[in-house]
C-alpha cells in the first residue's frame, strides 16, 4: 500500500542488518514496479518494508533514538503536532514530514540524539518486524492513515542550514 496509496519508493530491508536486499540507489531516483514490489517480497518473506525518503517519495523523517534526541528536538518541533509518527523497536520514534521545497541530504547527530532521513536516505516502516519479532508500529491515532503529513518545521530547516553551512557539521550526509 506504501507504493500504491502513497506513491512511495519502496525496497526490501534485511531484519538482521537494517540493509537493502538490493542494490537500492535506481531506487532514490525512480520507484520500483508492482511486479518487482512483489518478486522482492516473494524472495524475502520476511523483509522488513524501507521507504526511499526525499524528492522521491515526497516525504522526510526525523528518526529520534534516544531520551538525549526527544529532549533536543523540542527545540526546534513544536507541540503538539499532528504528523505521521511510529515507534521503532527500540523506543526511538520516526517523525513523518512533507519533503521541503529545498531538498535537504541525509545528515546524522545534527540534532544529538536525532538523524535526518532526507534525500539519499530510507527508513524502515510499519508493520515491519526486526530479528528480535519486535515491530515498528504507528503511534494510536498518528498513522499515515489517520493524519496529514505536516510540513518540515521552519525552526528544524533554519538550524541544518546554519548548521550545514557555518561547517560545525563534520561529516554524515550522504
Known sequence: TYSE??????????????????????????????????????????????????????????DIDTNEGHKAIQKYIPEPLLTPICQTPKGGNHLYFKQPEKPISNNTRVVPGCDFRGDGGY?????????????????????????????LPDAYINYLNNYLAFGGYKGGVT
Open 5 to 62: 496509496k502513497f506513491g512511495f519508493s519502496v525496497i526490501p530491508i534485511r531484519q538482521d542488518n537494517k540493509k537493502p536486499y538490493i542494490e537500492w540507489k535506481p531506487f532514490q531516483k525512480k520507484r520500483a514496479s508492482k511486479e518487482e514490489i512483489i518478486g522482492w517480497w516473494k524472495r524475502w518473506p520476511n523483509a522488513m518494508i524501507g521507504i526511499v525518503t526525499g524528492a522521491i517519495s515526497g516525504i522526510v523523517v526525523i
Open 123 to 151: 527508513v524502515i516502516a510499519p508493520p515491519s518486524i526486526n530479528q528480535d519479532g519486535n515491530a515498528y508500529e504507528w503511534l494510536k491515532g498518528l498513522s499515515i492513515h489517520e493524519v496529514e503529513f505536516q510540513p
